[in-house]
């Protein structure tokens, strides 16, 4: 009796431990979410300093801490590329147009900082312009970086402009959006910038010094 007794009783704390260790992923993991939310937050709350705009302060609210919409575009030689294709890289991803002044002001400001952000890759995408409208804009701002210019091109494997646009909600640009090497949109922004608030987006957005 006293051998089963204690078989018992050791039964039950292993039981108890084992109930005991099973709950702790689901307190990791709820500390991890809290974590996640609470640098959403702040981020958000920077944002909010920088951009008064109301628009541009939703946008971030929309898409902060998401996966970043998956799409495929053409380059100016008609090649296929996917965003998908840049998993594991950090990518700045650049909404922009032909027609819009600021587009043009900010880009030789983008082709500077991008080439001293190596790490960095500048994807500019051009949703409803086709080659011949991109490459003048290319030419007007002495373009001589080496970013992938992506534009809209008909081809059968391309997402179309509508749902690209529908995807990322583009209302404005020039829109940036900072993704990080899992694909998840870590910070966003709307409108003219300079490279020192670049610099400040970059440390926002993947917390480097």
Same mark, same amino acid.
């Given at each position: 009796?006293?051998?089963?007794?204690?078989?018992?009783?050791?039964?039950?704390?292993? *039981?108890? *431990?084992?109930?005991?260790?099973?709950?702790?992923? &689901?307190?990791?993991?709820?500390?991890?979410?809290?974590?996640?939310?609470?640098?959403?937050?702040?981020?958000?709350? *920077?944002?909010?300093?920088?951009?008064?705009?109301?628009?541009?302060?939703?946008?971030? @609210?929309? %898409?902060?801490?998401?996966?970043?919409?998956? $799409?495929?575009?053409?380059? !100016?030689?008609?090649?296929? #590329?996917?965003?998908?294709? =840049?998993?594991?890289?950090? +990518?700045?991803?650049?909404?922009?147009?032909?027609?819009?002044?600021?587009?043009?002001?900010?880009?030789?400001?983008?082709? /500077?900082?991008?080439?001293?952000?190596?790490?960095?890759?500048?994807?500019? +995408? %051009?949703?409803?312009?086709?080659?011949?409208? +991109?490459? /003048? =804009?290319?030419? @007007?701002? #002495?373009?001589?970086? !080496?970013?992938?210019?992506?534009?809209?091109?008909?081809?059968?494997? &391309?997402?179309?402009?509508? @749902?690209?646009?529908?995807?990322?909600?583009?209302?404005?640009?020039?829109? $940036?959006?900072?993704?990080?090497?899992?694909?998840?949109?870590?910070?966003?922004?709307?409108?003219?910038?300079?490279? &020192?608030?670049?610099? #400040?987006?970059? /440390?926002?957005? $993947? !917390?480097?010094?």
């Amino acid at each position: 009796m006293k051998i089963k007794t204690i078989t018992a009783i050791i039964l039950c704390f292993a *039981a108890l *431990a084992g109930c005991k260790h099973q709950d702790q992923p &689901a307190n990791i993991a709820k500390q991890h979410a809290t974590n996640q939310q609470d640098q959403r937050s702040q981020k958000i709350a *920077a944002l909010t300093d920088m951009q008064q705009n109301q628009a541009a302060q939703q946008y971030a @609210r929309t %898409f902060l801490g998401k996966k970043a919409p998956s $799409f495929s575009f053409a380059d !100016q030689n008609g090649n296929i #590329h996917s965003l998908q294709s =840049f998993k594991g890289k950090k +990518v700045l991803l650049e909404f922009a147009s032909t027609a819009c002044p600021t587009c043009q002001h900010v880009h030789p400001v983008l082709s /500077r900082w991008t080439k001293k952000q190596k790490q960095i890759h500048w994807i500019q +995408v %051009f949703p409803i312009e086709p080659k011949a409208s +991109v490459e /003048r =804009f290319l030419k @007007r701002t #002495h373009d001589e970086s !080496q970013h992938l210019v992506l534009m809209m091109s008909g081809h059968p494997d &391309a997402t179309s402009p509508d @749902r690209l646009i529908e995807q990322y909600q583009i209302d404005y640009v020039p829109t $940036f959006l900072f993704i990080d090497e899992s694909g998840k949109i870590q910070m966003t922004y709307i409108g003219n910038v300079d490279e &020192a608030t670049l610099d #400040h987006l970059n /440390r926002l957005a $993947f !917390q480097e010094k």
